[in-house]
Nanobody
């Protein structure tokens, strides 16, 4: 069992930045691929970014590429999502998720589908005002 706790959300003006953190506990963090998803009101939860065991990253929609950066610190059991040049359309609840990758190659890409993540945090609200 892995417990995930997100933090770092808040209210920010358009063009501003936030860094989300997701602290993991309960298992060896370095054996887990990690992902960030977001859900805006009335919309489906969508993939934002993911990172594999060797810190290879993948990003979702073109709208976040170049603005968002995912990273991990295995010593701190934490995955981060740095969000720059925020836009009102980035407003959503942001969730981190974990998938066990033990025994897999470090180069195996992290999954992008919601269904492939077994563990989820409670979410953190990000609101971007125009």
């Amino acid at each position: 069992q892995v417990q995930l706790v997100e933090s770092g959300g808040g209210l920010v003006q358009a063009g501003g930045s936030l860094r989300l953190s997701c602290q993991a506990s309960g298992r060896t963090f370095s054996n887990y691929a990690m992902g960030w998803f977001r859900q805006a009101p009335g919309k489906e939860r969508e993939f934002v970014a993911a990172i594999n065991l060797s810190a290879g990253s993948i990003y979702g929609t073109d709208s976040v590429k170049g603005r968002f950066t995912i990273s991990r610190d295995n010593a701190k059991n934490t995955v981060y999502l740095q969000m720059n040049t925020l836009k009102p359309e980035d407003t959503a609840v942001y969730y981190c998720a974990a998938r066990y990758f033990g025994g897999m190659s470090d180069r195996t890409p992290a999954p992008t589908e919601r269904s492939r993540y077994a563990y989820w945090g409670q979410g953190t609200q990000v609101t971007v005002s125009s």
